[in-house]
Nanobody, 125 residues
Framework: QLQLMESGGGLVQPGGSLRLSCATS????????IGWFRQAPGKEREGVSC????????NTADSVKGRFTISRDNAQNTVYLHMHSLKPEDTAVYYC??????????????????WGQGTQVTVSS
């Protein structure tokens, strides 16, 4: 069974950067697409970005496109979310999740069946 653990969240000023990490384990890791989602207080969970099992294909939400980059290192069992030019509206709990397939075409939480505990990102002056 896959297990996921997010880290790297914290408090940053607008315009700053963070790198989130998702450490994973499990025999099928290399065959799973991985996604990042976020949820702010009072709002629904929002898909941020996902990456195919090999890293050859990504899908990123328009709200963060050009600012966030997803990557993975299957040899290290780790997926990253590089976040730059952070805005206050990026404040949320960020979750890493494993999909049921090699690749997903939409950032739909229903396509992901293993989730980490989340890491808090706060963007504020």
């Amino acid at each position: 069974q896959l297990q996921l653990m997010e880290s790297g969240g914290g408090l940053v000023q607008p315009g700053g950067s963070l790198r989130l990490s998702c450490a994973t384990s499990g025999f099928t890791l290399n065959y799973r697409a991985i996604g990042w989602f976020r949820q702010a207080p009072g709002k629904e969970r929002e898909g941020v970005s996902c990456i195919s099992s090999t890293g050859g294909s990504t899908n990123t939400a328009d709200s963060v496109k050009g600012r966030f980059t997803i990557s993975r290192d299957n040899a290290q069992n780790t997926v990253y979310l590089h976040m730059h030019s952070l805005k206050p509206e990026d404040t949320a709990v960020y979750y890493c999740a494993a999909a049921k397939a090699h690749i997903v075409v939409a950032l739909d939480a229903a396509d992901f069946d293993n989730w980490g505990q989340g890491t808090q990102v706060t963007v504020s002056s």
